[in-house]
């Protein structure tokens, strides 16, 4: 069954600190790819998608995510974590080649930043 | 500005209580989806629906139910049948379909539901 694993349930950087949240999916082609940031008691925001072309793409405020076929990996990315950062991360996949459009989430990445 | 809006924001059921979640959307989006959320667990798919007068069960649909008789509603219904609703709540639309695998979905601030 398709899957979507994010091996990090919390993470703690410094502001000013680079950032990388991994996912890691199951699924026997390409699927489609998204990110998405969740504020405490609010809906999901998508940060990023990413579905064919350059496998390096770029996303809302300042994020970026790159995927690698050989890893199984989205892995989220920025350079410089500013304290507004602080949600929690999503990862989701739709396994289109499933023929319906139900995504599948990651459990998901609190962020914590640290003045 | 399109989007869509669930209400309300916070809801109380008593027990053995049906209560309704409102989701409506003016995106003109064909398919729509209901997520429970709980810590750590991430979103689970309770029904979702790609066109009106149809829906199917997601995974965890037991104690829910749903109707898609218009275009821009999706309303959930939260039974008695439903052992533990305390959760939060979210409602998300796509295009479908015709708009392409590709297209995000768009979410809802959520409701979240209480039991008193």
């Known amino acids: 069954a398709q899957s979507v694993t994010q091996p990090d349930i919390h993470i703690t950087v410094s502001e000013g600190a680079s950032l990388e949240l991994r996912c890691n999916y199951s699924?026997?082609?390409?699927?489609?790819l998204f990110w998405y940031v969740q504020s405490p008691g609010q809906g999901l925001q998508l940060l990023l998608k990413y579905f064919s072309g350059d496998t390096l793409v770029q996303g809302i405020k300042g994020f970026e995510a790159e995927f690698k076929r050989s890893q199984s990996s989205f892995n989220l990315r920025k350079p410089s974590v500013h304290w507004s950062d602080a949600a929690e991360y999503f990862c989701?996949?739709?396994?289109?080649?499933?023929?319906?459009?139900?995504?599948?989430f990651g459990t998901g990445t609190r962020l914590k930043v640290l003045a | 500005d399109g989007g869509i809006t669930q209400s309300p924001k916070y809801l109380f059921r008593k027990e053995g209580q049906n209560v309704t979640l409102s989701c409506e959307q003016n995106l003109n989006h064909d398919a729509m989806y209901w997520y429970r959320q709980d810590p750590g667990q991430g979103l689970r798919l309770i029904y979702y629906?790609?066109?009106?007068?149809?829906?199917q069960k997601g995974d965890i649909a037991e104690g829910y139910s749903v109707s898609r008789e218009k275009k821009e509603s999706f309303p959930l219904t939260v039974t008695s049948a439903q052992k533990n609703p305390t959760a939060f709540y979210l409602c998300a639309s796509n295009p479908g379909r015709g708009g392409g695998a590709d297209q995000p979905q768009h979410f809802g601030d959520g409701t979240r539901l209480s039991i008193l």
């Open positions: 629906s790609q066109i009106v007068n149809d829906f």
């Open positions: 989701a996949v739709n396994p289109e080649g499933a023929g319906t459009y139900k995504y599948i």
């Open positions: 699924y026997g082609a390409t699927p489609y």
